[in-house]
């Protein structure tokens, strides 16, 4: 299966009420599946990245479920753009969605302290790939990969 490469999520003012959301990534291709051009189902979810000790040293460390913000829309299956020659294995690939402040506030509330200080806000992307049309069969090889972005803090809410 293709592997996931670099994955890079960056978070930018968009307008008062809204973040441009950018998730970038590498798609390396297994040689065989480049040539079958194996069609690949791109899903990117954008998670909170839920922690209350780094919000509140106080609290003992408690693993909290990560939360779904937003996700991209689907796209039609991709495939390698590269013409066949000379084999080129690998291709950029770029999202953008412009995502509400009010959804990226994935920590609203504020810090109890004097004077009181507004909780900050940690996300990140999972993108998903699964092969959705020809796929290679021999020699076997997962027909889904996943990879995580770095996880990018702010204030948004």
């Known amino acids: 299966m293709a592997a996931i490469k670099n994955p890079t ?42 922690n ?17 913000i937003d996700v991209f829309p689907t796209v039609r299956p991709i495939s390698n753009p590269h013409q066949p ?7 950029e690939r770029t999202r953008v969605k412009i995502v509400s402040k009010e959804a990226m506030n994935e920590d609203p509330g504020l810090l109890k302290s004097n004077p009181p200080i507004r909780l900050r ?6 993108i998903t790939l699964r092969t959705v049309a020809n796929p290679v ?15 990018v803090t702010g204030i948004w809410g």
């Open 9 to 50: 999520l960056i978070v930018e003012p968009h307008s008062g009420l809204t973040v441009k959301v950018t998730v970038k990534y590498t798609l390396f291709q297994f040689p065989l599946e480049y040539w079958a051009k194996t069609l690949y189902q791109e899903d990117i979810s954008l998670f909170g990245d839920d």
């Open 52 to 68: 209350l000790y780094e919000d509140n040293p106080m609290f003992v460390e408690v693993i909290i479920p990560d939360e779904v």
């Open 121 to 126: 806000d940690e996300v990140y992307a999972i």
């Open 85 to 91: 020659l000379p084999p080129v294995f690998q291709f």
């Open 137 to 151: 069969t021999w020699p076997p090889i997962p027909q889904v990969v996943r990879a995580r972005t770095n996880t």
